[in-house]
């Protein structure tokens, strides 16, 4: 038998927990959604492991959810019967933190305590939050499939360290017991339990059960029975059926898919049927994850097969440019013992994030299409937080490229603003008389767009100019040579033709003043023979005396800038 050990917490762990107890205070009910939504975690866990070896379950199938509390040693424990932890698992888990964007959380907090219990809230809160309320918090597991004698104790105060024991545990699971702080016994009451379950864990598709109360006329008190009822409504939220399912209850599931502490811009919940049957319950997040950028990331669906948990960070169910998206999709088709590799060639998974993928779009669409500013300003957030993402959907999607194009936003001219507002139909609204091209510029950022010399003739002649700044635009631009008709065109690009936007006068004097510089021309591309491929005479300045200009059919100097950078 192992001895007991006491082991250090990651620093980051450390940190954590500080942070954790000081700014969450003010929200501390929220330890027990975040308990309760691990234990409902580790019986999908169980279920799913055991789909291939039934033998997990020994005598107990019944997966549930104990809520118990104890007056006398002030306690409140948090059971199950799920999949329980080995030794390593627990030291791991419950001594680490292995999520990916952990630097560029640590790296934003600001000991602000507002703001970084904000941002706490964005990255998850999981089982630490456990301190809030507990000076001591208790772990007794046993992973399913070992034996009672090989049960684990893991035990802290939630300071530096912890301490790992091998224990009995005659079931299987995990037990999770609060030694609760002074002044925390307002928790020590199943009238305060029940009420906070109901409030954050009612969409767990387990019963969560507490013991009876009865009135003892005798002792006159309210005295616990040993008989257990259930305090959710304990079936899947998404199979329930949408006027049955509240705002709230559909926010708090998403709190509990997303690991996410505030509610989300929008979802949509629809039950699919015809050739594939499937139901879909997706939501766009308030704003985007730590890690949106980490290129391992697998995206944010669940996948059930008939309400069996199968697998999270389903990245074959939504497009890459669509990886913000949580939520849950339950298919009727799929096999149980469905794996990735077979998700990859499936046709009803071709199915099924095609159809996902136009629920999503639908949505947005719903949100930058609104009349009310709650959604206008949805949307703006949208923008802000997912629209770079999006963008990749030009290249990426060709089937939906039209509507993904209608649901740009950029910066213009006309807006003066860095801020991302202006869409196509915006633009060609305010086209002038004559004027048959949306005309943008690329730059490395909003100033350097705003200052470009390309714009000096479009300012003078009032043409609006998009601004494109961000990463993606050039390579997005590649797949985008139009929109309703009319033809994108780069004003760095090209001999500029404003087209009928010139009228004759302009016209001829131009010709005369191209004959009046010839000379001086054919001098400048002698000179500069080796560095540039022509010199020409232009009018797009008015007030800068040169500017250099890419051919119309090369790459501009912004892209060969990145792909410089890149190393290419
Ligand atoms: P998250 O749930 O986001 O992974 P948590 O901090 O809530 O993060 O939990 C950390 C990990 O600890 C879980 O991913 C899981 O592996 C393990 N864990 C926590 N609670 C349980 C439990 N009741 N049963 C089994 N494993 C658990
Ligand atoms: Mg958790």
Not at 368 to 388: I, L
């Amino acid at each position: 038998v192992a001895e007991k050990e006491t082991l250090g917490f990651q620093a980051e762990v450390k940190q954590l927990l500080q942070l954790m107890i000081h700014s969450l205070y003010s929200n501390k009910e929220i330890f027990l959604r975040e308990l309760i939504s691990n234990a409902s975690d580790a019986a999908d866990k169980l279920r799913f492991e055991a789909i291939n070896n039934d033998s997990l379950y020994g005598n107990d199938h019944e997966l549930k959810i104990k809520v118990l509390f104890d007056k006398d040693a002030k306690t409140v424990t948090i059971s199950d019967n799920g999949i329980g932890m080995s030794r390593d698992e627990v030291i791991s888990h419950l001594g680490t933190i292995a999520k990916s964007g952990t630097k560029e959380f640590f790296s934003k907090l600001s000991g602000d305590q507002q703001a970084d219990a904000a941002l706490i809230g964005q990255f998850g809160v999981g089982f630490y939050s456990a301190f809030i309320v507990a000076d001591r918090v208790t772990v007794e597991t046993r992973r399913a499939g070992a034996d009672a004698a090989d049960g684990v104790r893991w035990e802290s105060t939630g300071e530096g360290d912890y301490t790992v024991e091998q224990v009995e545990k005659t079931n299987r699971g995990t037990d999770i017991i609060l030694h609760l702080r002074e002044g925390e016994d307002e928790l020590l009451s199943s009238w305060k339990l029940k009420s906070i379950i109901r409030k954050y864990s009612d969409h767990i598709s387990l019963p969560i059960v507490m013991q009876k109360e009865e009135w003892d006329e005798e002792k006159k008190e309210t005295v616990v029975k040993d008989e257990f009822e259930t305090v959710n409504q304990a079936s899947a939220l998404w199979a329930r059926s949408k006027s049955d399912i509240t705002q709230e209850q559909y926010e708090e599931f998403y709190k509990h898919v997303s690991h996410d502490f505030q509610p989300p811009l929008a979802y949509t919940h629809n039950r699919v049927e015809g050739r594939s049957e499937y139901t879909q319950l997706l939501y766009v997040p308030g704003h985007a994850p730590f890690d949106l950028w980490d290129r391992n990331k697998r995206g944010g669906i669940k996948l059930y097969v008939k309400r069996v948990f199968i697998m999270d960070d389903a990245e074959q169910l939504m497009p890459v440019y669509l990886r913000f998206v949580k939520g849950v999709i339950d298919s009727n088709d799929l096999p149980l013992n469905v794996s990735r590799e077979i998700l990859q060639e499936s046709r009803d998974v071709r199915v099924i994030r095609e159809g996902s993928t136009k629920r999503v779009l639908g949505m947005l669409e719903e949100m930058a299409n609104s009349d009310e500013q709650e959604g206008k300003d949805k949307y703006a957030t949208f923008w802000k937080e997912f629209g770079q993402v999006l963008k990749e959907g030009i290249g990426e999607d060709a089937t939906n490229k039209d509507r993904i194009a209608k649901l740009l936003r950029f910066a213009s001219t006309h807006t003066d603003s860095s801020d991302q507002t202006v869409s196509f139909a915006d633009y060609i609204g305010r086209m002038k008389e004559g004027q048959d091209k949306i005309y943008y510029v690329t730059a490395d950022n909003y100033n350097a767009a705003k200052n470009s010399p390309h714009l000096e003739i479009f300012r003078k002649k009032g043409v609006e100019v998009l601004l494109l700044t961000d990463r993606v635009d050039e390579w997005m631009l590649s797949f985008l040579n139009d929109f309703d008709g009319k033809e994108l065109a780069s004003v760095a690009k090209g001999g500029l033709d404003l087209g009928t936007l010139e009228d004759e006068a302009e016209k001829k004097e131009h010709e005369e003043t191209e004959s009046q510089y010839k000379e001086l021309v054919e001098k400048m591309k002698g000179a500069l023979a080796d560095k540039a491929k022509d010199v020409r005479v232009t009018f797009r300045l008015t007030d800068s005396p040169a500017c250099l200009v890419a051919d119309e059919h090369e790459l501009s100097a912004n892209l060969v800038r990145m792909l410089k950078a890149a190393g290419q």
